[in-house]
């Protein structure tokens, strides 16, 4: 069975820094691109990063760039976030989301349950 | 960045009714979009891809269709089940956006 794990989430306060894992399995993760994506309670869904399979190129979203890193490891079957410079506008539920092809289109499928994230003082 | 904009943001319908939903790019996407579900607590399911292909499991009353800036799903014969919040997100980018949302209530 495809399955991703968030882990890593917590509170935080303002200014602070948290890294995020999404442990892989059921696949060759090896071979497929990842990407973040957060949810702010009761809000619509934010893409956040994407990395490609060999961790190049990797894109952001204006609102994170030059804060977080997102980073993989496929010898561990790992996908990592790494936050810094955290403010209160970053709380919420980050999900990984693995970046499939079909043919010509892109698609994420599957998520994970994902990580809630808070960021507070 | 590719902006897109849903509508409407919320509607209520009945069972066994007919219901669309729209995206509108900010630019021409041509057929690069995915439609996906997600009920409360839970992650996002996809349920479309290129615009009209059906997920493997989805059932024959969602549909997509459209190009260029504007498409839409289609949910007929609405199920209790479909209750639901719907994103369409544009793939034409990996600088990936979605839409604001679009929230499914049956009465």
């Known amino acids: 069975e495809v399955q991703l794990v968030e882990s890593g989430g917590g509170l935080v306060q303002p200014g602070g820094s948290l890294r995020l894992s999404c442990a892989a399995s059921?696949?060759?993760?090896?071979?497929?691109?990842m990407n973040w994506v957060r949810q702010a309670p009761g809000k619509g869904l934010e893409w956040v990063s994407y990395?490609?399979?060999?961790?190049?190129?990797?894109y952001y979203a204006d609102s994170v760039k030059g804060r977080f890193t997102i980073s993989r490891d496929n010898a561990r079957n790992s996908l990592y976030l790494q936050m810094n410079s955290l403010r209160v506008e970053d709380t919420a539920v980050y999900y990984c989301a693995r970046d499939r092809s079909n043919g010509s289109y892109f698609l994420f499928d599957p998520w994970g349950q994902g990580t809630l994230v808070t960021v507070s003082s | 960045d590719i902006q897109m904009t849903q509508s409407p943001s919320s509607l209520s319908a009945s069972v066994g009714d007919r219901v669309t939903i729209t995206c509108r790019a900010s630019q021409s996407i041509s057929n690069y979009l995915n439609w996906y579900q997600q009920k409360p607590g839970k992650a996002p399911k996809l349920l479309i891809y290129g615009a009209s292909t059906l997920q493997s499991g989805v059932p024959s009353r969602f549909s997509g269709s459209g190009s260029g800036t504007d498409l839409t799903l289609t949910i007929s014969n609405l199920q209790p089940e479909d209750c639901a919040t719907y994103y369409c997100q544009q793939s034409y980018s990996t600088l990936y956006t979605f839409g604001q949302g679009t929230k499914l209530e049956i009465k």
């Open positions: 059921g696949f060759t993760f090896s071979s497929y691109s």
């Open positions: 990395i490609d399979s060999t961790s190049y190129p990797i």
